[in-house]
């Protein structure tokens, strides 16, 4: 090997800095999944009937359901049983009111994620809500949000507070019977977020949940339901991170969003779950549906996504354009490493008139590790004048990895416009010497390089996230120059 | 400036150089000219820190260190400059991209504090005038879809604006018209200085027609066969390499 790939290597390979753990009492449940574990999930959240109706009736599908084959990802079949479906850090004093009741040790652990949670430190107008395995920690802001009468809330007081609200939506985007792993959360699904814009607002700030899982042997399986009501608009971030262990961990999330007439949602992730190590042992199993609806006429759902995280990554996020002249987008950067599998992509369904979407997707892929994009366009009968651009561009790092796409195009009507680009390009040595001899060294060129491959996703992102994904992005590719 | 001393290179089983010396004083101008496979690239990727060579003997001395030891951005970061015969595309990068974060690393190197974009933009279109190239450049990916000589005078370009003390020129002629060759000549002549020095690696005599060197090499089945002032290229264009290559395998 030579020593611009031994570079790379090097580059590609550096470590996860969010792997720690925090030592906290937990109230987990034994491991497996039955009916009672369900009622005792239920019961333990205090929900009204027709919550534990629909999730047993999930459970009950998910039964009769196998998991699905069809993604290019590898690894061996999970017992669901073994598996704990609730953990959650012991509350002494039950339940915090406010964040001075939080546990210390819990703002702690924030604080070392660079998630401050005492609002006096935080990022100037965004508000947090923080998941810690099963339940959610904290929320910030919640007064200031209140006055503009936006809803931002874990799922599980929005249960209590605004039923209506959940039982009108909740399932309405991602039917409990949609696929195996949205089957499974729904039956077992413990916390997650809840925004409600109401008619004609802006909200104030930038929505964020910052998802933490901790306890060993648990699955996440959070929820998060984002509704948007007429002209109203939202711009809502998701980050994540996980500890180092040596088992695999399953985080099964479902995220649904609902924009009504004129109305606008910017979802952002930055995904960086526990990868593995360099040999491909450990890391999270990140088997996710997300989907939104744009229902109303002219509205517009926007998807942004830095995934650099998780053992295997198995996630579409969707639109469904429902509504005349409604608009979805998806910006996606993937990463992968070492022995990491992603499989990730969207589906864009055309369903109202003069419909238009945009898929912009970069994979890139170091050491041993296999990137897919999969993506589905569909255009229905009646979806006169829908248009699709599809950008699809993949970016090798070293000669042991692999890049593969999937793009599926289903147009049933004529004046649709659907088009594809892709590309497939390498860092070659020739490139990395070129700058070296410039004065740049090779991990600065990598970086330089790769963000610039990215930079069209990247200027989706809020600001301050923008800077954070590409510091992430350097991390991960730490140890791929060889 | 630099002192090259009985150099022996390998690339994999092949010895390519065969025992070079050379002495190229502070603001000087050495040609180095011979045959196709002479080992006049090999020359100029060695001093450059390029993977994939053998030094099994002989030393480079570069203002009295070590050149060969130094990887490859710290010889950059210390002033030595390769044009490179076939300049690179770096899609996604922009020209003013990389050109700033090149000479913030070398300023750093040197511990001076860093440009910031107004002070940058400023020295990049005062270097841009030498090569004649227009501003749109630079908001462009990296030599990507510029044609032959726009990718040659975008190397002087980084030339001028990095400031080298040493600057290796690769065969920056090949594939020139008459004109580019000219723009690509002036912005050289312009950067010639007292502390400047430059190795012009060359096959024809043309390039000499514009950048008069103080000295001229033949390189000739690795070892320099001869050496001598510019007229030397001048009879290399009437007589051509054939008996010098003669010469060479005499001695060998």
Sequence with gaps: MSASSREIEKLIGQGYKQGFVTDLEADTFPPGLNEDVIRALSAKKNEPGFLLEWRLKAYRHWLSMKSPQWAFVHFPPIDYQEISYYSAPKDKRGGPKSLDEVDPQLIETYKKLGIPLAEQEKLAGVAVDAVFDSVSVATTFKGKLAEAGVIFCPISEAVQCHPDLVQQYLGSVVPYADNFFAALNSAVFSDGSFVYIPKGVRCPMELSTYFRINAANTGQFERTLIIAEEKSSVSYLEGCTAPMRDENQLHAAVVELIALDDARIKYSTVQNWYPGDENGVGGIYNFVTKRGDCRGVNSKISWTQVETGSAITWKYPSCVLTGDNSVGEFYSVAVTNHFQQADTGTKMIHIGKNTRSTIVSKGISAGRAHNTYRGLVKVLKNAENARNHTQCDSLLVGDKCGAHTFPYMEVKQPSARVEHEASTSKISEDQLFFCQQRGISAEDAVSMIVNGFCKEVFKELPMEFAVEAQALLGISLEGSVG | ?252
């Design chain 2, 1 to 252: 400036m630099l002192a090259i001393e009985s150099l022996h290179v390998r690339v994999e089983d092949k010895e390519i150089l065969k025992g070079i010396s050379l002495n190229v004083g502070a603001g000087e101008v050495h040609a180095i000219m011979g045959p196709n496979g002479s080992g006049k690239s090999t020359l100029a990727h060695v001093l450059a820190g390029r993977d994939g060579y053998t030094v099994t003997s002989g030393m480079a001395t570069y203002n009295h260190a070590n050149l060969l030891a130094m990887p490859p951005e710290e010889r950059a970061r210390e002033g030595v400059f390769l044009a490179f015969q076939y300049p690179v595309e770096i899609p996604g990068v922009s020209n003013i991209y990389l050109l700033k974060t090149a000479v913030n690393a070398i300023r750093k190197h040197r511990a001076l504090e860093e440009l910031d974009a107004m002070d940058f933009i400023g020295l990049v279109k005062s270097k841009m005038k030498l090569v004649d190239m227009d501003e749109q450049f630079l908001y462009r990916a990296v030599n990507e879809g510029f044609s032959g000589g726009e990718k040659k005078r975008n190397e002087i370009l980084q030339m001028a604006v990095l400031e080298p003390r040493l600057a290796i020129l690769d065969e920056t002629d090949s594939g020139l018209d008459i004109d580019a060759l000219r723009v690509v000549s002036d912005g050289v002549n312009a950067l010639r200085s007292k502390d400047r020095s430059f190795i012009l690696v060359t096959h024809y005599q043309r390039l000499l027609d514009y950048i008069k060197p103080d000295f001229v090499h033949v390189l000739a089945g690795g070892r320099i066969v001869k050496s001598g002032d510019a007229s030397l290229a001048l009879e290399l264009e009437d007589r051509g390499y054939g008996w010098l290559e003669q010469h060479a395998g005499a001695a060998s």
